[in-house]
């Protein structure tokens, strides 16, 4: 199955240490998006990229979270300083080339990271 | 400000009939549409889309429906099977040069009874 990975599936952090989340797309796309999901919400988009580039970043929050696509490696997806707010999971999608119009995002299994 | 919104948190319905989950969007802009389902602890997965060039596309057992100028869109599943019973989320993409992003509804759990 070369679908879109994602780990670890659970993480665990208390208070101030941070989290670092790992996603590794279909074999072949280039491009990465980070979603967040909220107890009882639908998926809020975080941030996209591409190899080495961040496209758009326009639903990241503006402290602690950071994100890339290095050359080589999965895309990683980092929280510092964690808060309890950030208990979410955390779903990464990849698609081919640009989404939107015909272009299709593929999902993840998610992370689900729980901030004590 | 919810630009897609899924109405009905819920939705139960007989083995066999039709499963109808609705959705609505207030961005014009949005010119191409998924719908995704989601079981517990599993990520999204794309059942079915629709350019905003079309009114309906359907796969099988699956049909979406789109209606511009009400800006809504449906997903009609029939006939509704047990395995059915999943989250449903509707998602919209702004045009290509204008974002990659996919806003998503708040999602319908749809309930299908043996």
């Known amino acids: 199955n070369a679908g879109v990975m994602q780990n670890p599936r659970h993480l665990v952090r208390r208070r101030g240490q941070e989290a670092r989340l790992r996603c590794s797309p279909v074999?072949?796309?280039?491009?990465v998006y980070w979603y967040r999901q909220l107890p009882e919400e639908g998926l809020k988009f975080m941030v996209y990229?591409?190899?080495?580039?961040?496209?758009?970043e326009s639903g990241m929050p503006k402290e602690r979270f950071s994100a890339e696509f290095p050359k080589e490696g999965p895309s990683i997806l980092r929280i510092q300083q964690v808060v309890r707010g950030d208990s979410a999971a955390y779903f990464c999608?990849?698609?081919?080339?640009?989404?939107?119009?015909?272009?299709?995002?593929?999902f993840g299994p998610g992370t689900r990271l729980t901030v004590l | 400000d919810q630009q897609v919104k899924q109405n009905s948190p819920s939705l139960s319905v007989q083995e066999g009939r039709i499963s109808i989950l609705n959705c609505d969007y207030t961005n014009s802009m949005f010119d191409y549409f998924l719908w995704y389902k989601k079981y517990p602890a599993e990520g999204p997965t794309f059942l079915i889309s629709i350019s905003s060039i079309k009114d309906k596309n359907e796969d099988g057992r699956f049909t979406v429906f789109l209606n511009k100028s009400a800006k809504h869109l449906s997903l009609h599943i029939v006939p509704s099977q047990p395995g059915d019973s999943a989250v449903y989320f509707c998602a919209a993409s702004p045009p290509r040069n204008a974002g990659n992003m996919l806003t998503f509804g708040g999602g319908t759990r749809l309930m299908v009874k043996p």
């Open positions: 074999k072949g796309h280039s491009h």
């Open positions: 990229l591409q190899k080495e580039n961040i496209i758009d």
């Open positions: 999608a990849s698609s081919p080339r640009k989404g939107g119009g015909t272009d299709t995002q593929y």
